[in-house]
């Protein structure tokens, strides 16, 4: 990936005080990414001196200038949840039939919850689904039905990390008839112990190309003694079967290097959350020499943008 030459796109200093808690904010990181009515979209998490997450919006005419609107996202329906939320975050974009669905981690006591929300207009938000059985994280929506089937990729949290963080090596598919209830299908890939992704999770929404699915997501190497460090990678996925891994890159395409990405509040993080794709052709494919751009967490401080194409990520990963 070729990092965005004014790197961070977006760091606290462009998020609008919204009194009387979203004020003088801590840090912006971790953006859902969409291209939508003509406008590149962010929805951004945003983290207050309260240590409090909001999600904001971010829009942008070239991918690269984002302006953030002065207002905080609500999620109508979010109050009939029967558990306590305390964060809403890591939100991932998915279109599907005019809908843009966003599937958000919610961090309830002692779990983390999968939740789905959708929008028509970037402006109302309403809850669909809120998956209390899991303790998930990383969850993404394929941008197409299979059958009468919606799928989608999810992390199982199960390993519990120094610091109590828990996280997990497991990416799995996931399906459903009416995207309320979520049934486990197979795991589909497995974190490589002693490699650059040890511990793993989804990244964006996977993009559909003529050799697969392609799916950025990120590893985590947790052998060094200082740090985890997060690192990004990608997966190519069958496009009828999905579950079906046709190749996996061996080495990470993006890795901290840059001082923001090294230093912040959690350093040595990039963590791509947001895809978007240039062109895709009339049958819904990504162009092979299409630009992928792809937004990302920096140390959970600041978002920054790389480049990449759809030939470029497809060659990475390794049959
Ligand atoms: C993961 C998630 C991400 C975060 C990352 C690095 O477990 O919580 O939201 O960016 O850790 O702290």
């Given at each position: 990936?070729?990092r ?33 009515n ?23 005419d ?21 558990e306590?939320?305390y ?53 993404v ?77 990120h ?15 990608v ?70 943008l ?12 390794e049959?």
């Amino acid at each position: 990936m070729n990092r965005f030459a004014a790197n961070p796109i977006l760091t606290r200093a462009d998020i609008p005080d919204v009194p009387p808690h979203v004020v003088d904010v801590t840090s912006v990181f971790n953006p859902g990414a969409i291209f939508w009515n003509g406008h590149y979209l962010l929805l951004l998490r945003v983290q207050t001196r309260g240590r409090e997450t909001v999600l904001m919006v971010a829009e942008s005419d070239d991918g690269e200038d984002f302006r953030v609107r002065p207002r905080i996202v609500q999620i109508e329906g979010v109050e009939s949840v029967s558990e306590t939320i305390y964060h809403v975050y890591d939100p991932r974009l998915t279109l599907i039939d005019g809908t843009i669905y966003v599937v958000f981690a919610a961090d309830v006591d002692g779990a983390c919850r999968l939740g789905i929300a959708q929008t028509k207009d970037f402006d109302h938000f309403e809850l669909v689904s809120f998956s209390t059985e899991q303790d998930t994280r990383n969850g993404v929506l394929f941008p197409e039905r299979f059958g009468d089937r919606f799928l989608r990729l999810e992390r199982p949290n199960r390993v519990r990390l120094e610091g109590g963080v828990t996280t997990g090596s497991e990416i799995i598919l996931a399906e459903s008839a009416d995207l309320q209830t979520w049934k486990p299908v197979c795991p589909i890939m497995s974190g490589r112990l002693h490699y650059w992704d040890e511990l793993i999770g989804s990244g964006p929404p996977p993009i559909k190309t003529r050799a697969g699915w392609l799916h950025i997501y990120h590893g985590i190497a947790t052998h060094f003694a200082a740090a985890n460090i997060y690192q990004a990678g990608v997966v190519l996925l069958d496009l009828d079967d999905p579950s079906r891994v046709l190749g996996r890159s061996r080495n990470n395409i993006l890795e901290p290097r840059e001082l923001y990405e090294l230093v912040g509040q959690v350093p040595n993080v990039v963590f791509p959350s947001g895809a978007i794709v240039e062109e895709y052709d009339e049958e819904g494919f990504a162009g092979e020499d299409s630009l992928v751009r792809i937004y990302y967490g920096a140390a959970d401080t600041v978002v920054g943008l790389a480049t990449s194409t759809v030939s470029e990520l497809t060659a990475a990963c390794e049959r």
